[in-house]
């Protein structure tokens, strides 16, 4: 039976996100990778044939974990309403429990070198874009949203007022407070309260 490769893609992205959440992503270079992992600088142009390919993983394993939470507490609960406080909850929750991803979800993907990524890496990116839209569009309908300034309303409640609340201690080093994620929960339930139906 063949053994497992030592260096894998996983173990390579974690020594990528380390660096990443500890000096940004101009720190995340082929061979301070190979360097944080121990590995063979040829162990990493194996997994990944160049530092785009590189960064273009580490952005989309961290967007994509994060995501499947938000999701699922999204589509946990029959009131809409609920279910867009759990998804403010599981921003703040997500943050504090998996700190290094949330520090790297601070930049962008273009930090992360989105303007020369290759075609696979800009579809999977566009799934997971359409499918926030859909889960978005499928809560704007249950609260009744309508119109351009209700939608944005709910971007607003739901993704970026929960992101607010975990961004300063995210950026600073301080901890995330204990009550974070009520201050979230209250956030996103009073903006919602008058939309829609």
Not at 172 to 197: D, K, N, Q, V
């Amino acid at each position: 039976m063949a053994r497992p490769p030592l260096y894998d893609m996983n173990r390579l992205l974690d020594a990528a996100l380390e660096l990443a959440a500890g000096a940004g992503p101009p720190a995340v270079t082929m061979a301070a990778v190979a360097k944080a992992a121990g590995a063979p600088s040829g162990s990493v142009y194996h997994r990944f044939p160049s530092r785009t390919a590189l960064l273009a993983e580490l952005w989309l394993r961290t967007v994509e974990g994060f995501q499947e939470g938000w999701f699922a507490a999204l589509s946990g609960h029959r009131d809409p309403r609920d279910a867009a406080a759990a998804g403010a909850r599981h921003v703040v929750a997500w943050s504090r429990g998996n700190r290094p991803e949330a520090v790297v979800l601070l930049y962008g993907a273009e930090d992360y070198g989105r303007a020369d990524w290759s075609q696979p890496y800009l579809r999977r990116a566009g799934e997971g874009h359409r499918r926030v839209s859909e889960a978005l569009a499928t809560l704007g309908k249950s609260l009744g949203v309508e119109g351009e300034l209700e939608r944005d309303q709910l971007t607003l409640a739901v993704i970026d007022l929960p992101l607010a609340v975990v961004r300063g201690p995210l950026r600073t080093g301080a901890p995330i407070p204990a009550r974070a994620e009520e201050l979230a929960e209250r956030s996103t339930r009073a903006l919602l309260a008058g939309l829609g139906r």
